[in-house]
């Protein structure tokens, strides 16, 4: 299985802040890699995939980029909307697997 | 706007076996584009992908949960199923149901519809 860790596990930072999250992956990847968004209580919510394609309808202040085993997701400028847990996924492997999340709380 | 809503029942009880069915609307189930996946999520976060079926009825079951598992379609509903056997409390978890897209080298790819997610509890 191809193992996914991000970091940090959790993030506290204020609204407007810049904030950097990363997964690793335990062997290349490509850019086959998803980022999801999650509020308690609800689904994930597609974001990024193919490590840097906004989905349609993401804010723009969403970026991701990376290839191979280091992955980052970026947003620009917090707003008090995207408080909530980030997860990484990849696809290159037929066993999809996920990273075990990043909380970003507010400060 | 594709949706998709899972049922099934809330409680089973050890080494039964847990039954759920996902309704997509908004969308057919029918389309070559797209597979149709099972994921769980425990109650320390952790997402864990089960497995996918394609409207033909071809499948791709995690390793770790094969022997377990069964997955059907129904494309005259619009729905798709999920069988897991012989559960134990570890088996206890969010479902969702989520429709798979192809990343570019299908049918690998990444999740771009999900359901509300059931709460499935496994206890005597």
């Known amino acids: 299985d191809i193992q996914m860790t991000q970091s940090p596990s959790t993030l506290s930072a204020s609204v407007g802040d810049r904030v950097t999250i990363t997964c690793r992956a335990s062997?290349?990847?490509?850019?086959?890699l998803a980022w999801y968004q999650q509020k308690p209580g609800k689904a994930p919510k597609l974001l990024i995939y193919?490590?840097?394609t906004l989905e349609s309808g993401v804010p723009l202040r969403f970026s991701g980029s990376g290839f191979g085993t280091e992955f980052t997701l970026t947003i620009s400028s917090l707003q008090p909307d995207d408080f909530a847990n980030y997860y990484c996924?990849?696809?290159?492997?037929?066993?999809?697997?996920f990273g075990q999340g990043t909380k970003l709380e507010i400060k | 706007q594709v949706q998709l809503q899972e049922s099934g029942p809330g409680l089973v009880k050890p080494s039964q076996t847990l039954s759920l069915t996902c309704t997509v609307s908004?969308?057919?189930?029918?389309?070559?584009?797209?597979?149709w996946s099972w994921i769980r999520q425990h109650p320390e976060n952790g997402l864990e992908w089960i497995g996918y079926?394609?409207?033909?009825?071809?499948?791709y079951y995690n390793p770790s949960l094969k022997s377990r598992v069964a997955m059907s379609v129904d494309t005259s509903k619009n729905q798709f199923s999920l069988k897991l056997s012989s559960v134990t409390a570890a088996d206890t978890a969010v479902y969702y149901c989520?429709?798979?897209?192809?990343?570019?080298?299908?049918?690998?790819?990444?999740?771009?519809?999900w359901g509300q997610g059931t709460l499935i509890t496994v206890s005597s």
């Open positions: 908004g969308g057919s189930i029918y389309s070559g584009n797209y597979y």
């Open positions: 062997q290349s990847i490509g850019n086959w």
């Open positions: 996924q990849q696809y290159n492997s037929y066993l999809y697997t």
């Open positions: 079926i394609y409207y033909t009825g071809n499948t």
């Open positions: 193919k490590a840097s």
């Open positions: 989520a429709r798979q897209i192809c990343g570019g080298d299908c049918p690998r790819g990444f999740f771009d519809y």
